[in-house]
């Protein structure tokens, strides 16, 4: 997912896997950490080693700093 006014994609801080990890705009590098499918609504899940982890982008998008959560019912990251 790229920003069209920023160019920069979405991005999980440092490629982390823990819950709670910052989501970020980032330049470009092709990693699995800016890999992303849109689901229902303003949900999103990370499309990189796991499909567990999932952010809701309304918060963003009203200003507020994003992280990433657990899907409920999915075991954690091993």
Known sequence: MVN???GKDL???GAS???SAQIIQWTDTGGTNQ???ICAGSLIK???RSQRDATDLLPRLL???V???MLVGM????
Do not use: I, K
Not at 75 to 78: I, L
């Open 4 to 6: 069209v006014n920023s």
């Open 11 to 13: 991005d999980v801080t």
């Open 17 to 19: 896997r823990a819950n």
């Open 35 to 37: 890999q992303w499918n």
């Open 46 to 48: 990370h499309a990189g």
């Open 63 to 65: 200003g507020y700093d």
């Open 67 to 69: 992280f990433s959560r």
């Open 75 to 78: 075991a954690p990251p091993a």
